[in-house]
C-alpha cells in the first residue's frame, strides 16, 4: 500500500517569513495530493491540492508543488502570520473508482511566531 | 449547510463496552469513510463506503464494524471497547463532480474524541 512520510514534524518561523513542509510517498500509480490544515480541536480543512498532470498549484499565499519523478511533494507558506499557526497533514491517493481513501502523513506542526 | 456532523463529540467508555459512532453528510456525496488520529501517526483510514451499499476495510479495521445507513449516514461501530482504540476519530465524505466525474475533495467533520479506560 501508499505510504507517505512527512517532514519536519515541528516548524517555527518568524511571522513575515516562509514555511516549507515537504512529504514523499511510496506509491506511484497515486495522482491526488491534498493538503489539510488542522486547527486544534477541529476537523481537517483542505487547503489546497493538486492532480499528477500538474507541477505546481499557488492560491494566495501558498502553494504546492509536484515532483513525479521522485516522487514528492511540497507545501510552501509566504508571508506568514499568527493564524496560520496548527498542525498541516499532506496526503496521497489514487483516483480508484469512486472513493478517494487518502493516505496521510503524520503531520507538521507549524508555529508562527509574531 | 452543516457539511459532515459527528455524535457524540465526546465519550469515555469502559473495557468492554460497546457504542456507535455517528457521521451524517448533507453535501449529497457518494462516499464516505472513517479515520482514526493517533499522536504523531496522522490519520488512517479504517473502513470506507464508495457509495450507498457497500463497504471496504481500510487499513485498520480491526475490531470495528461500520454501517451505510442510507446516502448520508455512516456509522463506526466499536462491539467491545478496548484501550488501544482510545483515539480520535473522524468522518469524512467525498463526491463526484465536472464533466468526467473527478472526486471532489474529502471533507472531515469536527471528530469524536474517545477514551477506553
Known amino acids: 500500500g501508499e505510504n507517505v512520510e512527512q517532514h519536519p514534524s515541528t516548524l517555527s518561523v518568524q511571522e513575515g517569513d516562509s514555511a516549507v513542509i515537504k512529504c514523499t510517498y511510496s506509491d506511484s500509480a497515486s495522482n491526488y495530493f491534498p493538503w489539510y490544515k488542522q486547527e486544534l480541536g477541529k476537523g481537517p480543512q483542505l487547503i489546497i491540492d493538486i492532480r499528477s498532470n500538474v507541477g505546481e498549484k499557488k492560491d494566495q499565499r501558498i502553494a504546492v508543488t509536484l515532483n513525479k519523478t521522485a516522487k514528492h511533494f511540497s507545501l510552501h507558506i509566504t508571508e506568514t502570520q499568527p493564524e496560520d499557526s496548527a498542525v498541516y497533514f499532506c496526503?496521497?491517493?489514487?483516483?480508484?473508482?469512486?472513493?478517494?481513501?487518502?493516505?496521510f502523513g503524520s503531520g507538521t506542526q507549524l508555529t508562527v511566531l509574531p | 449547510n452543516a457539511g459532515v456532523t459527528q455524535t457524540p463529540k465526546f465519550q469515555v467508555l469502559k473495557t468492554g463496552q460497546s457504542m456507535t459512532l455517528q457521521c451524517a453528510q448533507d453535501m449529497n456525496h457518494n462516499s464516505m469513510y472513517w479515520y482514526r488520529q493517533d499522536p504523531g501517526m496522522g490519520l488512517r483510514l479504517i473502513y470506507y463506503?464508495?457509495?450507498?451499499?457497500?463497504?471496504d476495510k481500510g487499513e485498520v479495521p480491526n475490531g470495528y464494524n461500520v454501517s451505510r445507513l442510507n446516502k448520508r449516514e455512516f456509522s463506526l461501530r466499536l462491539e467491545s471497547a478496548a484501550p488501544s482504540q482510545t483515539s480520535v476519530y473522524f468522518c469524512?465524505?467525498?463526491?463526484?463532480?465536472?464533466?468526467?466525474?473527478?472526486?471532489?475533495?474529502?471533507?472531515f467533520g469536527q471528530g469524536t474524541r474517545l477514551t477506553v479506560v
Open positions: 469524512a465524505s467525498s463526491g463526484r463532480t465536472g464533466g468526467i466525474l473527478m472526486n471532489t475533495e474529502a471533507f
Open positions: 496526503a496521497a491517493s489514487r483516483s480508484s473508482g469512486s472513493a478517494r481513501q487518502l493516505t
Open positions: 463506503s464508495a457509495s450507498e451499499g457497500t463497504t
